[in-house]
């Protein structure tokens, strides 16, 4: 039964729909995993003292535009 503010989907009532459930919380987990290895990467990437003298050409900058959408 679906109450106010109920942070959850409410209880199915076919077997559909409980698979649907399951499906979701798969997938949620699945871009959760996602979404924290690339933020480990970004952050890891930004703090790492190795500096490549030969990317001087404004990639720092490119590579923000890149990952921001505008």
């Not at 459930?21 to 798969?26: A, G, K, Q, T, V």
């Amino acid at each position: 039964m679906p109450t106010w503010g109920s942070l959850y989907f409410q209880n199915s009532s076919s077997f559909v729909m409980e698979q649907l459930i399951f499906f979701h919380d798969y997938t949620m987990v699945i871009l959760i995993m996602i979404m924290v290895i690339v933020g480990y990467l970004l952050v890891n990437s930004c703090y790492e003292s190795y500096y490549n003298h030969m990317l001087n050409e404004g990639q720092e900058l490119e590579s923000i535009w890149t990952m921001l959408p505008a």
